[in-house]
């Protein structure tokens, strides 16, 4: 679904990734995990249109859609929940969905709708409550379930867990694993949380300094104790 390959980008002339290759198979879960600065974000970025890239290519769905502007990308149905901003605080979780899905006409909006509120039922409770009012989870589940209202085949999300309670965390990976086997969607997975991402995991990237350390079995770079030990944390 999505191929990434010898990709080299950052932000203007500032370069973040160097030679990276990644390959994300239909309906499976890819989890990118590393150490803080090491590029992930700019990985998704680049996939997205958000970032400069300066060599490599960007494959989704075998169309070349390297440096094509987001909104082309993602009209294509990929879709993509940043850490950050990914929610109007202002507006009720129901003007959020309403928001992320404008491009739908009357009749798939409404499907659109129903399929977020089947997913994530707690949205359907506080379809009235303005966004900010949320809880962090809530706000979590809020903004991939905008990220559905695109219809997306693909889904790239950044840091979902970010913060959040040990309870929430699982309720949110748990909703991850959900979109794969339910919805058929492909996902890449960016993660600070390591063993939970891991464990949901169909395939496992660790990405240090920019680079590509380790490619393969979430469980063998789980039961890797340098790895581990080094780059996630893990003892």
């Known amino acids: 679904m999505i191929k990434v390959s010898e990709l080299v980008a950052g932000y203007g002339k500032l370069k973040v990734l160097f030679n990276v290759n990644l390959v994300a198979d239909t309906s499976r879960i890819t989890v990118v995990v590393g150490p803080n600065g090491a590029g992930k974000t700019t990985l998704l970025n680049s996939i997205t249109g958000l970032a400069t890239i300066h060599s490599g290519k960007v494959i989704f769905q075998d169309r070349d859609v390297t440096g094509w502007p987001p909104h082309k990308v993602s009209r294509l149905g990929l879709s993509y929940v940043p850490?950050?901003?990914?929610?109007?605080?202002?507006?009720?979780?129901?003007?959020?969905?309403?928001?992320?899905?404008?491009?739908?006409?009357?009749?798939?909006l409404?499907?659109?709708?129903?399929?977020?509120?089947?997913?994530?039922?707690?949205?359907?409770?506080?379809?009235?409550?303005?966004?900010?009012?949320?809880?962090?989870?809530?706000?979590?589940?809020?903004?991939?379930?905008?990220?559905?209202?695109?219809?997306?085949?693909?889904?790239?999300?950044?840091?979902?867990?970010?913060?959040?309670?040990?309870?929430?965390v699982k309720k949110?990976?748990?909703?991850?694993?959900?979109l794969r086997d339910q919805l058929k969607l492909t996902v890449v997975l960016v993660e600070q949380h390591a063993i939970r991402a891991?464990?949901?995991?169909?395939?496992?990237?660790?990405?240090?300094?920019?680079?590509?350390?380790?490619?393969?079995?979430?469980?063998?770079?789980?039961?890797?104790?340098?790895?581990?030990?080094?780059?996630?944390?893990?003892?």
């Open 83 to 108: 850490q950050m901003g990914n929610v109007f605080s202002n507006l009720t979780v129901e003007e959020n969905l309403r928001v992320a899905g404008y491009l739908l006409d009357h009749g798939r």
């Open 198 to 235: 891991l464990q949901i995991a169909d395939k496992a990237y660790l990405l240090v300094s920019g680079t590509i350390r380790y490619e393969g079995s979430p469980q063998d770079l789980l039961s890797n104790q340098e790895f581990s030990k080094l780059y996630l944390g893990i003892s």
């Open 110 to 168: 409404l499907d659109r709708l129903a399929l977020v509120f089947e997913m994530f039922p707690v949205l359907k409770n506080f379809r009235y409550r303005r966004a900010g009012t949320l809880s962090g989870g809530e706000r979590r589940m809020l903004a991939i379930g905008m990220g559905l209202m695109k219809e997306p085949r693909a889904m790239l999300l950044d840091e979902v867990t970010t913060d959040l309670a040990p309870i929430f």
């Open 172 to 178: 949110v990976l748990d909703k991850v694993v959900e």
